[in-house]
Every structure is written in C-alpha cells, then in structure tokens.
C-alpha cells in the first residue's frame, strides 16, 4: 500500500487566527489574550543555530520599532523552555544583544502544526521559518513562508506591519515597496459612472482603475 502524502494544514487568511495558549521564556501566554494589538508570530527551525541567531538579534534590534505600531513579537521553535532561555542567555553573553519578546516552547508541536509550520518536506521534526501577521481583532493578514536555508528580512515584516495598518485606516491600498511618507493607490472604482468621474477627482491619475494620492 502506498503511503499517502501528509497534508499540512494552514490557518487562512482574513479569518480568525487559531487561538492557542502556550509556555513561553516569558510564562504562559493566550494568543488571544493579545486581542487589541497586532502580533507578528514567526517560527524558527532550532536554537542555537546560526541564521536563527541572526534573525532573533534582528527583531530584538527592532522590536522597540514594532511596540510603537501597538505590534507584539512573539518567537517559536520545537524547542524546551530550558534550551531557549540558555540560548536567549548566550545571545546576551556573546552578541550583548538582549532578547525582549517571549518565546514559545513547542516540543508537542501543537502550535506548529494549528499554524502549517512544518512541512515534511524541509523537515518532520522542525518548524519551518513562517511569519503570521494578526491584526488587533485577532484576523490573520499575512502569512510569509521562508525555507530553512535562508534568513527573513525583519525590516520587510516591519514595513508590511505598516502598510497593512495603513490600509485599514485609511481605506487604500500600498503599491510595491511602499514607504511611509510614499503616495498609496486609490481603490478602483467600482461603477462606469465613478469610472468616468476618476480623472476629475483631483488624484495623481495615470487611468480610470490607477491612481494615486498622498496621505
């Protein structure tokens, strides 16, 4: 008989992100008990593992940037609390880099596998480096998945924070890139009378379903 393909399951977008409560460095915590802030959740494969330390470094260095978009960090792996608090402390130790978000040990895999973390294709027992944005009403917005080989870019997880923040207060969209301080994309319109009212409105209009404006 063949064996059959294990299938992952993942959370979906722009509807409530899986609630879970788990140990952490920082004690237990609820997903939901974050309700009223953004979270960024992301996973990483192992502690004391190179391009894992340089991404921890990296969100601590911006993780003052984060609390002031009302974001929590929080860090995952299948990983004890004893092996991720000897590694927050070598992190200290080696680096004089100070770890300030908790960080969830997931031996039991019960978090990874609720959120599509691990995919047996990269690896059985590893959690593959996966980023979940969850806005303030606990929706999930943005999943990015990276392979085990290759370090995220914190600064686009930032700049993504912002942008969907963005979007939901001011009702537009972000073009590629998009910097605070750049002009956003007006939504298209939607009828052929507000089609044929576009290039009057007074927006930095291109054509009737592109243009854009400055916040």
């Known amino acids: 008989m063949e064996e059959q393909a294990q299938v992952v399951s993942l959370p979906r977008l722009n509807e409530p992100a899986p609630d879970f409560t788990a140990k952490t460095t920082h004690g237990d915590i609820k997903l939901s008990d974050y309700k009223g802030q953004w979270v960024v959740l992301f996973s990483h494969p192992a502690d004391f593992t190179p391009v894992c330390t340089t991404e921890f470094m990296a969100f601590a260095k911006r993780f003052e940037d984060f609390k002031k978009l009302n974001t929590q960090v ?12 000897a590694w927050v402390r070598n992190i200290k130790e080696k680096f004089d880099v100070e770890i300030p978000f908790p960080v969830i040990a997931d031996l039991d895999m019960k978090v990874a596998k609720l959120y599509g973390m691990i995919h047996p294709g990269a690896a059985d027992t590893s959690a593959v480096r996966a980023v979940f944005v969850i806005d303030d009403k606990g929706i999930l917005r943005a999943m990015i998945y990276y392979p085990l080989t290759n370090g995220r ?25 998009w910097k605070p301080g750049d002009k956003v994309i007006v939504p298209p319109p939607a009828t052929q009378e507000e089609a044929e009212k576009r290039a009057s409105e007074g927006y930095d209009y291109v054509d009737w379903y592109f243009s854009k404006k400055s916040l």
Do not use: M
């Open 74 to 85: 929080i860090g995952l792996s299948i990983d004890s609390i004893y092996s991720h608090l």
């Open 153 to 177: 870019s914190i600064d686009e997880i930032l700049r993504l924070v912002e942008a969907l923040q963005t979007s939901d207060k001011f009702g537009v969209a972000t073009p590629e890139n």
